[in-house]
Structure formats: structure tokens, C-alpha cells
């Protein structure tokens, strides 16, 4: 996300004196309620998981759940490109390309001297 939109997202939450609001507990609920919604888009959907005809519904509540994010990561004092960073590294790690590729297996999978 570049901090253009960052700047947008914050500056909407400041014009409306919302900041007292966002602690970190209710913010990780808030993600977690809004990425249910997006879940919600996905419900009875059978063999159609894309649920093409669902896109404008899925951006909305994706963008919601981003929102909330952004949120948090600022009450926290974080910043999303450097965590996203160091988490890319982890995963790295933990999925090495020679092990992952192709493969849907968990990290703990993956690790085992079989594999």
C-alpha cells in the first residue's frame, strides 16, 4: 500500500475523531468480523469458489479488512511494509521454494526429513 493511500485511510479516521476508538482490542475484532464478511461472500457457493459474479462485494469487504489493518498497524506503532517485509523473509524460511513449490503442505510438512 502505498502512503498516499495510507495517508487517506488515516486522514479519514482523523477527520472524524474516530482515533480514540481504535485500541488494539477492538481493532482485532473489527478485522476479524469484517474478513467473516468476506467469508460471508463465499458461503453456499458450491464447486463455484470464485464467485466471479461476487467481485464488487468481495473488493468492498477486502478493502474493508485492509482498512482495519492499517488501522491497527498505526495504533500498534507498525509499520505494514516493514512487518510484510520481515514476514515475506519468515515465510521464505519456512517455504523454501525446492520444498513448496506446487505443494500445499504446512511449513511443519515441509520440514520433515522425508520431504
Same mark, same amino acid.
Given at each position: 500500500?502505498n502512503?498516499?493511500t495510507?495517508?487517506?485511510?488515516?486522514k479519514?479516521?482523523?477527520?472524524?475523531d474516530?482515533k480514540?476508538?481504535?485500541?488494539?482490542?477492538?481493532?482485532a475484532i473489527?478485522?476479524c468480523l469484517?474478513a467473516? +464478511?468476506?467469508?460471508?461472500?463465499f458461503?453456499w =457457493?458450491?464447486?463455484d469458489?470464485?464467485?466471479? !459474479? %461476487?467481485?464488487d462485494?468481495? *473488493?468492498e469487504?477486502?478493502?474493508?479488512?485492509?482498512i482495519y489493518?492499517?488501522?491497527?498497524?498505526?495504533?500498534?506503532?507498525?509499520d505494514?511494509d +516493514?512487518?510484510?517485509?520481515?514476514?515475506?523473509? =519468515?515465510?521464505n524460511k519456512?517455504?523454501?521454494? !525446492? %520444498?513448496?513449490f506446487?505443494? *500445499?503442505e504446512k511449513?511443519?510438512?515441509?520440514?520433515?526429513?522425508d520431504?
Amino acid at each position: 500500500m502505498n502512503r498516499e493511500t495510507l495517508n487517506e485511510v488515516l486522514k479519514f479516521r482523523d477527520d472524524r475523531d474516530w482515533k480514540k476508538f481504535h485500541n488494539p482490542k477492538d481493532l482485532a475484532i473489527s478485522i476479524c468480523l469484517e474478513a467473516s +464478511e468476506l467469508l460471508e461472500v463465499f458461503q453456499w =457457493s458450491a464447486e463455484d469458489v470464485q464467485c466471479t !459474479e %461476487k467481485t464488487d462485494k468481495i *473488493k468492498e469487504e477486502l478493502a474493508d479488512v485492509a482498512i482495519y489493518c492499517v488501522f491497527m498497524a498505526d495504533a500498534c506503532g507498525l509499520d505494514l511494509d +516493514e512487518i510484510i517485509r520481515e514476514k515475506m523473509k =519468515s515465510n521464505n524460511k519456512k517455504y523454501p521454494i !525446492e %520444498k513448496a513449490f506446487g505443494s *500445499k503442505e504446512k511449513y511443519t510438512v515441509l520440514a520433515r526429513p522425508d520431504n
